[in-house]
C-alpha cells in the first residue's frame, strides 16, 4: 500500500507547511506492513512544539512525534490509499 502515485488537495498545499507534508508521507514509508488504507495525522500546537499524533484503526497503529518549531499548526490530515494513487486531505474536504 502507499506504493503508487502521491496526490495533495488544495487545502494541503495551503494549510500545512512543506516540511510537514513530507514528515507525514515519511511517516507512511516507515510504517510496518500490513497497514490500513487510512492513516490519520492529528497536528497539535503543544506549547510552541509541533506534536503529530499518527494512528490507524485496522491494523491498529499509533505514534507520536515532538517536533520543535516557530509555527506550529492545528490541523487533522488523512492520507488515503486506493491501490492507483495515495492523496492527502484535510479532515475537513473529506
Not at 487510512?38 to 512525534?65: C, D, M, W
Not at 494513487?85 to 479532515?91: D, G, N, Q, R, V
Amino acid at each position: 500500500m502507499f506504493n503508487n502515485q502521491r496526490y495533495l488537495t488544495k487545502g494541503v498545499q495551503v494549510e500545512i507547511p512543506i516540511e510537514l507534508q513530507l514528515f507525514m508521507w515519511e511517516c507512511i514509508d516507515r510504517m510496518p506492513e500490513p497497514s490500513d488504507y487510512l492513516q490519520v495525522f492529528k497536528l497539535e500546537n503543544l506549547n510552541g512544539i509541533q506534536r503529530i499524533t499518527h494512528f490507524s484503526e485496522q491494523p491498529a497503529y499509533h505514534k507520536e512525534y515532538l517536533i520543535p518549531s516557530d509555527n506550529p499548526i492545528t490541523q487533522k490530515v488523512y492520507i488515503i490509499d486506493s491501490d492507483d494513487y495515495s492523496t492527502m486531505l484535510l479532515a475537513e474536504e473529506y
